[in-house]
């Protein structure tokens, strides 16, 4: 299979790590956090550390390198890969670009009878139970290689990224197979500020004052700088095949992991305005002496997946589900 080695498929877990630093300058902006900011840690070895981009967040920014904003669809090379899609208020939405993919509150509705019968899943109700009780199904249990084909069928990224359908059962979960952070090491902050002139009122005497951008409003803001940034990449090949999905459904997926990979460091490592990173080199420490392949190679990989998945009857049809 061109652009995709056995070692990359048996290999138990594929862990990625690239080095980056600021495109221009040495600061840089992390993540922040409600009531926490910026999340400062110290390493085992008494090192400044710094949770540059969280898990979750990447999860995101993964799935966003495959989204075309022209287009308003999947980049080209993913044409037929299957999503769930919806119109809410004359506004689009879809699997991919939701928080919570297939069990956004916007398409759960609409695909969860579809996911139960699929998945094998009783919709009969506990006694007492409401629908969005997260055991409000009878079932004591979920077969979670069911429950994999049953969402892979519907929208492959899912089954990737993870996902929880406790309004099926609260048992039904997938756990990310693809994961990332960004992490920094030998942190300091750098304290900077500045204010916001209000050339007619610097007092802001006007109605409101302050409160409504009237007068001069001085800030501050906390930037990081560090000896080290590096961002981790995981794919979890033996969870994958631990769902049974057959070789067709497992190649795809594993490309399409690492498609995207490829595709944020290519040009999505732009975080924030004032997080912006070059990537000055990608290492692979499993398995050992294989290397991440090119944008191109993985595009071909999934282009033929995706064909081998429709023939073999594992994709909704049409591939995007309009609920």
Same mark, same amino acid.
Request: proline residues 4%; aromatic residues 10%; charged residues 25%.
């Given at each position: 299979m061109s652009g995709l080695s056995a070692d990359a498929l048996s290999a138990r877990r594929i862990l990625i790590e690239a080095n980056l630093t600021p495109l221009q300058g040495s600061r840089f902006? !992390?993540?922040?956090f409600p009531s926490l900011g910026a999340a400062e840690f110290t390493g085992p070895d008494g090192t400044a550390m710094l949770l540059v981009e969280s898990p979750q967040s990447m999860a995101n920014r993964l799935e966003a390198t495959i989204?075309?904003?022209? &287009?308003?669809?999947?980049?080209?090379? $993913?044409?037929? $890969?299957p999503f769930v899609s919806t119109v809410v208020d004359g506004r689009g939405?879809?699997?991919?670009?939701?928080?919570?993919?297939? /069990?956004? !509150? =916007?398409?759960i509705d609409g695909i969860k009878v579809r996911l139960q019968e699929r998945a094998g899943i009783s919709g009969k109700k506990a006694k007492g139970k409401s629908a969005d009780d997260e055991? +409000?199904?009878?079932? #004591?249990?979920?077969?979670?290689r069911k429950l994999a084909r049953a969402v892979f =069928?519907?929208? !492959? /990224? #899912?089954?990737?990224?993870?996902?929880?359908?406790e309004k099926i059962v609260g048992a039904a979960r997938l756990t990310r197979v693809v994961s990332a952070f960004i992490e920094a090491r030998g942190v300091r902050a750098v304290e900077s500020g500045g204010v916001k002139n209000d050339r007619i009122d610097p007092?802001? *005497?006007?109605?409101?004052?302050? +409160?409504? @951008?009237?007068? /001069?409003? !001085?800030?501050?803001?906390?930037?990081?700088?560090?000896?080290?940034?590096?961002?981790?990449?995981?794919v979890d090949?033996?969870?994958?095949? #631990?769902? @049974?999905?057959? *070789?067709d459904a497992e190649e795809l997926l594993v490309a399409l992991a690492l498609l995207k990979i &490829? &595709?944020? $460091?290519? @040009? #999505?490592?732009? $975080? &924030?305005?004032a997080c912006d990173f070059d990537v000055e080199a990608i290492n692979t420490r499993r398995p050992s002496g294989w290397e991440l392949p090119s944008a191109a190679d993985l595009e071909g990989v999934v282009r033929n997946s995706i064909a081998a998945c429709r023939r073999g009857g594992l994709f909704a049809d049409p591939a995007k589900t309009v609920v």
């Open positions: 902006q !992390p993540t922040g989204w075309d904003d022209a &287009r308003d669809d999947l980049i080209a090379a $993913l044409d037929g $890969l939405t879809d699997s991919i670009r939701e928080a919570h993919r297939l /069990n956004s !509150p =916007y398409l055991d +409000a199904d009878e079932s #004591s249990g979920v077969d979670v =069928y519907y929208d !492959p /990224n #899912s089954v990737l990224h993870g996902v929880f359908l007092k802001g *005497k006007a109605k409101g004052g302050a +409160a409504k @951008g009237f007068g /001069n409003v !001085p800030f501050s803001r906390t930037e990081y700088c560090a000896s080290e940034i590096t961002a981790y990449f995981s090949t033996t969870l994958l095949m #631990s769902y @049974g999905l057959g *070789k &490829r &595709r944020f $460091l290519e @040009g #999505s490592a732009r $975080l &924030r305005s």
